[in-house]
């Protein structure tokens, strides 16, 4: 189904509704009454896979917002106004729109568009982290040129994005038309989309602690492998928030929170992790920070300064104690043991990985040697040896990091469908801690 409520951005729904057309989708299109004040009923009839419905009363189905719930694989709003958005953040059913929204329980894909001001809006934003707790999707308005000739964050994301979005949400990338109703069901779909309604959480990059206005404490992460993993958990459904340290451009369908030092990634971890069920540490956190923070720049001319350092919080083992029941916890692991002389008693990558299991209280070790070549630190390869209870174990040679992340996700679902409960060690583990 793909809504489209009343936001200039309305005329790009008829593209967004020829791409799903052309992928093979059956669009059943909503309108409100705003938005066809912004884009004809006719033109989007005419290319969606039946005729726009506008209202509760006047259809020839006496309950259309339940067929149309009950029937659809995915729900699109795009552009998503404010007023949707907080109507059903709400829970309020004002138009045939929102009934649906509320009647569904397919995903939900909301594409906002508004003027920057609106999106920045407390309300706006806490509407949309509301509906992110539940599970919904939103793929992020863009920064450009909005209506009126003003610059700035609202514009409708782009097309084909959306499209991509929606297509990873259903966990397929081409899928035959048909009426809705008539094929495998809500189930089915379920079962496609691998992660839908999955709330995930995902640090990358590697954290910078001060030392004075200029300078700081960092390594050499370059976030890519936790920005693939963020990726991937969105292609295949999941709901992604991603606490990064890097700048790179977000992947579709998943929500940026930007940090910068380890305590600020421990404070937006903890609060997302309330309502994650999955919580992926790709993050290079610092082990050490200055003690002291200089006020102002540290000048030469007083000599080289005297750095003491102070622990920081290890915030994947934070996690691991306070888990809740069903969470599934990642840690990842650099370690460095090539050449093998150089590893401490000559410890191989499973040993450090298999200590981190224990000592963070993972699910799941994602280690790498960052010693060997193409692998780690601001490559696009890696090399990794996940790790997990009851002997978990899958080795990934040297590949691109978005197959990685493919396998790294590929563990997860595999725990998160599991009928029994993931999180205990067994009793052979048990005994050996
Ligand atoms: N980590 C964390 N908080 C920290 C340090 C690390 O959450 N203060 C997480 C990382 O995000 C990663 C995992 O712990 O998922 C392992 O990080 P790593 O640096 O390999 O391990 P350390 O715990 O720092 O142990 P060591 O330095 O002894 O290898």
């Not at 009934?99 to 995903?107: D, E, F, V």
């Not at 539940?134 to 040129?145: C, T």
């Not at 993050?283 to 000048?299: C, L, T």
Request: proline content about 7%; aromatic content about 4%; glycine content about 10%.
């Amino acid at each position: 189904m793909l809504g489209v409520s009343g936001g200039i951005a309305a005329y790009k729904a008829v593209e967004i509704c020829r791409r799903l057309v052309d992928a093979g989708a059956w669009v059943s299109p909503v309108m409100t009454n705003a938005a066809t004040r912004f884009v004809g009923q006719t033109t989007l009839s005419a290319l969606a896979s039946e005729p726009v419905r506008r209202s509760l009363w006047d259809e020839p189905e006496p309950i259309p917002h339940t067929r149309l719930g009950q029937g659809a694989d995915l729900v699109i709003v795009a552009p998503a106004t404010a007023r949707v958005i907080g109507a059903y953040a709400a829970g309020i059913s004002s138009d045939l729109l929102t009934a649906t929204l509320l009647a569904t329980r397919a995903p939900v894909l909301l594409c906002p568009a508004m003027h920057t001001e609106m999106w920045e809006h407390p309300a706006v934003r806490e509407n949309v982290a509301t509906l992110r707790r539940r599970g919904v999707h939103v793929v992020e308005p863009a920064a450009g040129r909005l209506a009126g000739g003003d610059l700035g964050t609202g514009r409708l994301a782009d097309p084909a994005d959306i499209v991509a979005a929606a297509a990873g949400i259903l966990g397929l990338e081409r899928r035959p038309g048909r009426p809705p109703g008539s094929g495998s069901g809500l189930a089915g779909v379920a079962g496609l989309a691998g992660l839908a309604g999955v709330v995930a959480v995902v640090t990358a990059g590697g954290t910078r602690e001060p030392l004075d206005p200029v300078r700081y404490i960092g390594n050499r992460s370059s976030g890519k492998q936790g920005y693939a993993v963020a990726a991937e958990l969105a292609r295949r459904g999941a709901s992604v928030q991603l606490i990064s340290t890097v700048s790179r451009p977000a992947p579709p369908g998943v929500a940026v929170t930007a940090v910068e030092t380890a305590a600020q990634m421990g404070v937006a971890v903890r609060e997302a992790a309330g309502s994650a069920q999955v919580v992926v540490m790709a993050a290079a956190v610092a082990d050490f920070r200055p003690k002291a923070v200089a006020p102002e720049k540290i000048k030469k001319q007083d000599g080289p300064p005297e750095v003491v350092l102070e622990p920081t919080p290890d915030i994947l083992a934070g996690l691991g104690r306070a888990r809740r029941p069903g969470q599934v916890i990642v840690g990842f692991a650099a370690e460095t043991v090539a050449p093998s002389a150089a590893a401490p008693l000559g410890r191989t990558l499973r040993d450090y990985a298999r200590a981190k299991l224990d000592s963070k209280g993972a699910d799941l070790i994602v280690a790498n040697d960052v010693a060997a070549p193409g692998v780690g630190f601001a490559h696009d390869t890696n090399a990794v040896l996940i790790v997990g209870r009851g002997g978990f174990e899958a080795d990934i040679a040297l590949t691109n990091k978005d197959v990685v992340a493919a396998a790294v996700v590929d563990a997860i679902a595999a725990l998160i469908n599991r009928p029994t409960p993931v999180n205990r060690p067994t009793q052979e583990e048990q005994e050996q801690s």
